[in-house]
């Protein structure tokens, strides 16, 4: 097969194609075998008619027609390995010509990948964050890995809710006095002040004994992923079931043999300060990767075919769609 790179111009590649002889008499046996299982021909059973017969029922053109349904993919796809182009979107075919016995041409545009220009990228300069690791950061992980292997303690019966307690609680929530889906839990365990209940709930908590009920008032937020309850008033009504409060590990040598192979806290030490700055200093390398992709990205220029663009408004659109839908909202 014969290809031809015309010419690349406008992210637009336009090609010229000549299929050998042998390779459309090929298409066209191909075709005939395909539609003689369908047609019926008077003392023939059916597919065996001969190919004569066939075309002269059919016509030549439409058994042309079908081997050009196989043959033009098969002869393109072929073009654009031999051409190394990189199409981002269907070709266009045109001026299909053929004559009984010779070859077939046609010629074919299709977008292809833009190519680009990048700007004076040797010429960039990053700063290389420095690097530190003081014994504060030490610490503040020594003190991650006591709260992890904190065990919680009850408080006494008498002792009220504070900062810091684990509350054990029963809880049923509504909003507009009608109950809610997620808005209900037993035996639900909530580290008071960690921030992680929607906001004022925690706080309200604080004061509370063992046994006591309390009903809490909140607002869900805007953006609160249920669409139904984002921005809405709600009331809970809570029992305090346990009230209780973490005890941490003594930082000793006996807590450092607990988290690794070490022997004494000093070791322990040691190693987290290691990892600490092993960890610094891959993120002093990313980031200098990062800022020099940023800078190149800047520099760079391309123009971005319209296939592509259109590509991407169609993803965001199908994104929102689906995120809306998930929301229980209707898309218009």
Do not use: C
């Not at 047609?39 to 029922?57: D, S």
């Not at 014994?135 to 904190?150: G, I, K, P, Y």
């Amino acid at each position: 097969m014969k290809t031809t790179l015309d010419k690349v111009e406008n992210n637009t590649a336009y090609l010229t194609v000549e299929v050998p002889a042998e390779m459309v008499e090929e298409a066209l046996e191909r075709a005939f075998r395909r539609l003689s299982r369908n047609i019926l021909i008077p003392g023939f059973r059916r597919g065996r008619a001969p190919r004569a017969l066939v075309e002269r029922r059919i016509g030549r053109q439409a058994l042309l027609d079908e081997a050009l349904d196989d043959l033009l993919p098969e002869a393109y796809a072929q073009a654009v390995r031999e051409t190394g182009i990189e199409p981002i979107d269907r070709p266009t075919v045109t001026d299909i010509h053929y004559e009984e016995g010779q070859p077939l041409s046609f010629k074919a545009q299709v977008e292809v990948k833009p190519e680009v220009t990048l700007g004076d990228y040797r010429s960039i300069r990053v700063e290389r964050p420095q690097v530190q690791v003081d014994e504060a950061d030490v610490n503040n992980l020594l003190e991650r890995l006591r709260e992890a292997q904190a065990q919680l303690v009850p408080v006494d019966d008498e002792a009220e809710a504070a900062e810091g307690h684990v509350a054990v609680i029963d809880f049923k929530g509504t909003v507009d006095g009608q109950p809610f889906p997620g808005g209900e839990g037993q035996d639900y365990m909530v580290e008071i002040g960690a921030g992680r209940l929607v906001e004022g709930f925690e706080q309200q908590l604080i004061g509370m004994r063992v046994g006591q009920e309390r009903d809490i008032d909140v607002t869900f937020p805007e953006d609160h992923p249920e669409a139904g309850l984002a921005g809405k008033a709600a009331r809970f009504h809570v029992t305090l079931k346990e009230l209780k409060r973490k005890e941490l590990p003594a930082l000793d040598d006996e807590f450092a043999r607990s988290v690794g192979e070490f022997q004494t806290l000093e070791e322990l030490r040691a190693d987290v300060e290691k990892n600490l700055r092993r960890r610094a200093e891959e993120d002093a390398e990313e980031q200098v990767r990062q800022e020099v992709i940023r800078q190149v990205v800047e520099q760079a220029r391309v123009d971005l075919p319209a296939v592509l663009v259109e590509r991407r408004l169609d993803q965001l659109v199908e994104d929102f769609r689906r995120r809306v839908e998930a929301q229980g909202m209707k898309w218009e």
